[in-house]
């Protein structure tokens, strides 16, 4: 066999090869209080941990970092270390405010803040309304929710995060 073939079919098998390596996984951020953090329930059983499952399953090859906090946290504080929490590979933030309050008109700018941040990186902005925990089981403090109602808030998450996910 000539040597010019036997290079083209080297050089046919290495790019078949490269190909085949999965791509750089996204990274989504889930930023937030101890709703996010997953009080009260075992590593694992937090909301974000139970997205990353969902979205195995699916088919999506993402990292899910919870950059939630015990806790609570001011919308401030949130947007104080958005920078720091975030690496050149995400894609996706999910953002649960929290029921810690800063002023009315304070939140509004923090959120306004995060938003432009993550706009300028072409990152998408996913916030979880509050309103949203209310239908879900709670431990008994009666604020913080059970294995189960975090598995139903990534349940309902999911298709937001698919769709940011197919836009990125």
Do not use: C
Request: aromatic letters at 6%.
């Amino acid at each position: 066999m000539p040597l010019s073939s036997i290079f083209i079919r080297i050089t046919i098998a290495s790019l078949l090869a490269a190909s085949a390596l999965p791509a750089k996984a996204a990274t989504i951020v889930a930023i937030g209080a101890s709703q996010t953090y997953g009080h009260g329930v075992s590593r694992g059983e937090d909301y974000p941990s139970q997205l990353k499952k969902m979205l195995a399953e699916k088919g999506y090859a993402v990292s899910v970092e919870n950059a939630g906090v015990y806790g609570g946290e001011t919308t401030a504080a949130m947007l104080s270390r958005l920078d720091s929490t975030l690496g050149s590979d995400t894609k996706v933030v999910i953002f649960q405010p929290g029921r810690v309050r800063d002023s009315d008109t304070d939140r509004s700018d923090n959120v306004k803040e995060i938003k432009q941040k993550l706009a300028a990186r072409h990152i998408a902005f996913i916030k979880i309304p509050n309103s949203w925990f209310k239908d879900f089981p709670r431990q008994s403090d009666g604020q913080h929710l059970t294995a189960g109602g975090y598995q139903k808030l990534a349940e309902r998450l999911l298709p937001s995060v698919i769709d940011a996910l197919k836009k990125k």
